[in-house]
Each structure stands twice: as C-alpha cells, then as structure tokens.
C-alpha cells in the first residue's frame, strides 16, 4: 500500500469533476495542452519545506457571517421594467407571489445546463425579473461592501450585483457544489436570507477540509413587556467563488434567500482609501461575528510573512534561480492577474512582491503511479501556453526537503548523486498542505487490490506564484 499512500500524501485535494465552474478559458487552454508532451518543461515538487511550513501557517477564513439590521434591511423588492413592488419586502416578503413568478432551478454540468432533482430541488427568479429597491442611499449595497472590505477583500474596491432571488420550498435542497463564475472578476458571493419561516434547510460551507455550518434565520427584537417584535434582522454570508457549499433539505416552510455576486473592480484606489476600510472594519464590528474578526486577525500573521519571505531567500542563495509556491484559492480566468488575487493570495502577493519578481500562472501538477513498486513521480508544469526545452525531468523528495532523513535509507554513492541532482537544480514547486487543486484527469488507478498498485496518472489544476530575485533575469 506504499504507493496508496504516496498517491494519497501527493493530491492533497478531493477528486473533483467540476473544473468546469472555472471558465471557457481554461476549457480550451486544457483540451490543446499536451500534458504527456516530454518537451515541456517539468518542474519538481519539494515537500515539508521551511517554505511550505510557513505557507502552512498564514491562515485565513474563505467565508464570513453578519448581521444586517433593520436600516439596512427595510427596502422593497419591485419589478426591474415596472417598479411596482410585486414581491413585498426583504422583511415581509410575499411568497405567494415570488413562487407565482419563478422558475425551477438549474446547474451546469461539463458544458450543459441540466435539471436534476436528486442533486438540486429548488426554484428562482433572476435579476432581470427582481430588483432590491434602495432609495435611501443604498444602505443595503454599502453596508454589504464595507463588511466584505473588512474581511474577505481587505484593500480590494468592490461591486455587489444581484444574480437572483433563489426559493427552497418544503423538499428543496441543493448538494455540495460550487458557484459558475460570471466574468473573469467574479470572486464572491453574498447570501441574505429574507424574513420567512422554515425548518430543516441548513447552509454548510467547506474550503481546504475546514467546513462550517451557518444558521440563515432571522433574528426578532421583541418588546420585552408585550413580547411583540418591533424589529427583524437579516442573516448574511459571504465567501469566495471557490468555497463548496450546500443547502440542507428544508423539511418545512419557504426558504428565500438573495444572491449577489461580488466583482472585484479594475481602478486604482487613493492611498489614504485602504486604510479608510480599515477604519471601517472597527466602525462594523458589532455585526460581525468571531470568523469575521479571525478572518482579519490571520491574514495579517506578519512574522509568518516575513519567515516565508526569508525562507525563499535562502533557497535563491542556494541557487535555485525560481522558487514557486500554489495559489491558495482556485481561479477562473486562465492568466491570473494580481488585482484578483484573493484573501491570503493578496497579502502573500504583496509581501512577496516587495522583495522578489513574482509571476502568476496556471499549473498542472502531473503524477504518474507506478506499478513496479518503484514509488510515485509528481511534477509541475506552467500552463502559460509556451513549450519550452525539458532538460531534466526531477523526481519528487517523498522524505521532504532537507529533512536529513536520506541518510537512513540512501547509500553514500546515492547521497553524492543526491547532492548533484541539488546542483542542477534550477527551480523548484514548493507544495503546500493548504492548495487547492481540482483534478482534471485520472487514467489507470481507480483501485487499489491488496499490495499491489496500479500503474497510472493524473492531473490536477491549480494556480502557483513563481519567484525570482530581482536581480535575476527569469
């Protein structure tokens, strides 16, 4: 079972067949990319590094809760072409009418829109047929972006927009998914939960095996003599493109809840604007919940940034001329671009960036299984659609890098081969336990029988960070 387990250490992702949320884009980057093409370029994996550790270390929360008050809640929900309010309110809305004027819910699968009640049972109405009206000053809009500045997208200047109005009556659900991507600068989704009753329905979320469940009820203030409600609050979540989620099966009552999707936009910002948000976050604190506060509180582990900005600087000095580590989140559009970095992405970019020359691409992690007992080869190669020269194909450390354990099991003649292979190395993929990676292929080993693997292959998708000295030429 040795190889089982090597196959299993190396993934470090679930199988995932969904790669196709990720965009056309990559589609078609992927079925003219020659992943068995021996003059491409192949880049070896370390493991268990100073620089994995520190990756390891710099954490962050895909997704946050929070509160919306009654000043942020009490609009109108009105046709798009009309303005007549036909649907009631965000804090009364009016089910009968929402259900008169929806539709069932689809999802994508590979390249087709599907109907599927087993996977998903639900209704909707898209933004085109149903609008939030905000007359006083978007109150709603602001208050969602400023919280959304103050967790999930620190520094980054953001766009709201409603996708729909999604419905779950008594037996909706909707399995473990992720959101399609609508433009290449869509990172986030928002989720309010409208003031209904209903059991059962429960929300869960999961990102890098941490799973979270959210309670989307509303929250009533009663006048504590009559016991009357004089206020409803709504309940919101927000997480990243790339976080799994799922609705539970609602065993009673309607389930309503809008959906906005979050863009990141393209403008510079004022330099006193990032610290304005800051600002904000303190000013909001009081609707938001522990996660938010983490959430902040990780991605700002300055120490773990600096350990892993040294730690890269001690591999250039052992000359390796390009250092790369994985993206964090998964992305959609096929050349990544800093501005859309997310959460922990944009933090370690910036820190990063300030000492190293850094380039962002797609890659494939390529791993073939070998039968003949003889282990496991993993590999990185750059979808950056340029074929370059394979000098030397490198075979993965599974001890990990500099643990010193090779001379346990390696004689000194394979030592000194060791240390020469070091030399020539040029680059390395440091791979983290915290990447995401979605597989894109798998032939050979779907089984495992006894002792004895199968010979096989797979590739998994994902995005990496590549790092050169400034006075390098890469």
């Known amino acids: 079972m040795a190889a089982h387990s090597e196959h299993q250490a190396v993934t470090l992702a ?16 992927l079925r003219s990319f020659p992943p068995d093409n021996d003059e491409l370029t192949r880049i070896p994996i370390v493991e268990q590094t100073p620089i994995t550790r520190a990756l390891d270390k710099i954490q962050s929360y895909p997704f946050v809760s929070f509160t919306l008050g009654p000043s942020a809640t009490d609009f109108n929900l009105e046709d798009p072409e009309t303005y007549i309010v036909r649907f009631g309110s965000l804090t009364a809305p009016d089910v009968e009418a929402i259900l008169e004027a929806s ?25 085109h047929n149903v609008e939030v009206r905000e007359p006083f000053g978007e109150n709603l809009t602001k208050k969602i972006i400023r919280t959304l500045c103050s967790t999930l997208f620190v520094g980054k200047c953001l766009k709201i927009a409603l996708y729909k109005l999604a419905i779950y009556e008594k037996g909706g659900h909707f ?34 095996g941490t799973e979270a469940y959210f309670d989307l009820h ?10 009357t409600t004089t206020s409803v609050s709504l309940q919101a979540v927000a997480f990243y493109t790339d976080v799994e989620h799922k609705v539970d099966t609602v065993t009673e009552g309607t389930r309503l809840v809008l959906q906005y999707d979050v863009f ?131 075979q993965r450390n599974p001890r990990g890098y500099g643990s010193g354990n090779d001379s346990d099991t390696a004689s000194e003649g394979e030592q000194g081969q060791n240390r020469s292979k070091k030399k020539e190395l040029v680059s390395e993929f440091h791979l983290s336990g915290c990447t995401d990676l979605l597989q894109v ?23 990496g960070m590549f790092l050169y000295a400034k006075d390098s030429e890469e």
């Not at 992720?178 to 929300?203: C, K, Q």
Request: hydrophobic letters at 30%; aromatic letters at 10%; one cysteine or more.
């Open 14 to 29: 679930k199988m995932r067949e969904d790669y196709d949320r990720l965009g056309k884009e990559y589609h078609r980057r």
């Open 441 to 463: 292929s798998i032939e050979g080993y779907s089984d495992y029988t006894g002792n004895d693997a199968q010979c096989g292959s797979a590739s998994y998708l994902g995005g």
């Open 175 to 208: 399995d473990w998914h992720r959101d399609s991507t609508h433009r290449d600068n869509h990172h986030g989704t928002v989720l309010i939960a409208l003031n209904t009753s209903w059991e059962g329905g429960g929300f869960h979320l999961r990102h890098n």
């Open 264 to 394: 990141i936009q393209n403008k510079g910002e004022a330099p006193d604007y990032y610290g304005h948000r800051v600002r904000d976050s303190k000013l909001f604190a009081e609707h938001l919940k522990p996660g938010a506060e983490a959430q902040v509180l990780g991605i700002f582990d300055h120490s773990a940034l600096t350990k892993l900005s040294d730690a890269i600087s001690e591999v250039h000095k052992r000359g390796t001329d390009e250092v790369s580590i994985p993206l964090r989140h998964l992305y959609r559009q096929a050349s990544i671009r800093p501005e859309y970095l997310k959460g922990v992405d944009a933090v370690v970019y910036e820190k990063l960036s300030q000492t190293f020359k850094v380039s962002l691409l797609p890659i494939l992690l390529m791993e073939t299984v070998f039968g003949d007992d003889s282990g496991v080869m993993s590999t990185i190669v750059k979808c950056d659609g340029q074929a370059s020269r394979n000098e030397r194909l490198y």
């Open 103 to 127: 539709q069932p819910s689809s999802f994508g699968k590979d390249d087709q829109t599907v109907y599927d009640t087993n996977y998903r049972n639900g209704r909707e109405i898209t933004a």
């Open 218 to 227: 509303p929250v009533f203030e009663k006048d504590p003599q009559t016991r």
